[in-house]
C-alpha cells in the first residue's frame, strides 16, 4: 500500500471475488470507509478475481478441497502486493489462515437466516412429494433432509443469479439462499419463506462479511479499525472456534450461532448427518470476551457427546 491516503489517488487496492454479490460486498467495504475517512471513490481499486471455487460447478466442493477453494487466489494476491485487503464472506473462511494473513475486521452482520425460494409453494412443507430441491450446502442439504426426507435433494451449484434462472427453468422446485445476501443485492423480494433460526440454524459466520490483510500492515490496519464492527467480531470469534475444535469445513454439515447481548454471549450449535437422520445440538454462555473460548468448548463438548462413530464416512 502506498504511504499516504489522498483524494483522487487509487492508494488501496481491494480484492474480491468476481460474482455480484462478492463485488456488492467490496462495495459496502469501501463505502464504509469511504465514510469513516472522508474519501472519495478514487481513492479505492476493487479488484475482482476468479476463485478456484467459483470456477468448479460440476461437483461438490467437499471433493475438491473445501472452503479455501474461495479465498486461495484472493491471499495468493495479497502475499505478491496485488491487493492491500481482501473482502470476503466470512463463511468461506477456513478456520485456519496462512502464515502471514490475519483476519480482524468484520462489518456488522446482517440477516442470518435463509431464505426458501420456490415458484411452486409458499414453503417447504408445502413442496409436493418427491420434487427436486437444488442446493450446494451439506449444512443446509443435511437440514432439509431432517425436514422434508420424501424430496430429492441434489447439488446446485453457481451463484444467485445463475440459481434463480435454474429454478425459473425447472431444473428444481426449490432452493435455499442467504438472506444476508439477497439484501445485499436488493434482491430480498424473491425470498417465498424466511427460515426460523431455531429450526433451521445458519452456518457459522453466514450474513457476515470479514476482511482480511498482511499481519504488520500497521497503515492498512489503521485504515480499517473504525469500520471493524465488535460485536460481530466477537460472534465470529465464537462461531469460528466452534468450527476449528469440530474440524469444521465444506465436508461437514455443522451449524452455529452466537448472539452477543451487551457483554453476554449465548450459542447454539448442531452438527449433523449429511443424510439429516442424526444430530446433536449444544447451547452456551458467558462472557462476550471469552467468546473462542466458548466456542471451542462447545465443539469440544459436542463431538465427545456425538462419539466418534457419529462422524466416521462424513468427516
Not at 9 to 38: C, F, N, W, Y
Not at 134 to 144: D, E, K, P, V, Y
Not at 157 to 174: A, C, D, F, P, T
Request: proline fraction near 6%; charged fraction near 25%.
Amino acid at each position: 500500500m502506498q504511504t499516504v491516503m489522498k483524494k483522487g489517488q487509487a492508494v488501496l487496492k481491494i480484492g474480491t471475488r468476481a460474482s455480484p454479490l462478492a463485488m456488492a460486498q467490496a462495495h459496502e467495504a469501501r463505502d464504509r470507509l469511504m465514510a469513516a475517512h472522508g474519501l472519495d471513490e478514487q481513492s479505492f481499486e476493487i479488484v475482482p478475481l476468479t476463485t478456484t471455487g467459483d470456477t468448479i460447478q460440476d461437483r461438490p466442493l467437499s471433493e475438491a478441497g473445501g472452503k479455501g477453494l474461495f479465498t486461495r487466489e484472493l491471499e495468493d494476491a495479497l502475499y505478491d502486493g496485488r491487493i492491500d485487503i481482501a473482502v470476503h464472506s466470512s463463511k468461506d473462511m477456513p478456520t485456519e489462515l496462512p502464515p502471514g494473513l490475519v483476519l480482524p475486521v468484520f462489518l456488522p452482520r446482517e440477516d442470518v437466516r435463509d431464505s426458501f425460494i420456490s415458484l411452486s409453494a409458499p414453503s417447504i412443507m408445502e413442496l409436493p412429494k418427491g420434487v427436486k430441491f437444488g442446493s450446494s450446502s451439506l449444512r443446509r442439504q443435511a437440514l432439509i433432509r431432517r425436514m422434508r426426507p420424501d424430496i430429492d435433494v441434489v447439488m446446485f451449484r453457481g451463484n444467485v443469479q445463475s440459481r434463480l434462472r435454474k429454478l425459473e427453468e425447472g431444473v428444481v422446485s426449490g432452493t435455499m439462499l442467504a438472506l444476508a445476501g439477497l439484501r445485499r443485492l436488493k434482491m430480498e423480494h424473491v425470498a417465498t419463506d424466511i427460515m426460523p433460526v431455531d429450526s433451521f440454524p445458519p452456518a457459522p459466520g453466514q450474513g457476515a462479511i470479514s476482511i482480511e490483510h498482511r499481519e504488520g500492515d500497521t497503515q492498512v490496519a489503521r485504515l480499517l479499525a473504525p469500520i471493524h464492527d465488535e460485536a460481530t467480531g466477537q460472534a465470529l470469534a465464537c462461531e469460528r472456534a466452534f468450527l476449528g475444535a469440530l474440524d469444521g469445513s465444506c465436508r461437514t454439515p455443522i451449524a452455529g450461532h452466537a448472539v452477543i447481548e451487551g457483554d453476554r454471549l449465548s450459542f447454539h450449535g448442531l452438527i449433523i448427518t449429511p443424510d439429516g437422520g442424526t444430530w446433536h445440538e449444544i447451547g452456551a454462555e458467558g462472557r462476550a470476551g471469552d467468546a473462542a473460548a466458548i466456542g471451542a468448548k462447545a465443539g469440544a463438548d459436542v463431538r465427545e457427546k456425538a462419539g466418534a462413530q457419529f462422524f466416521e464416512g462424513w468427516f
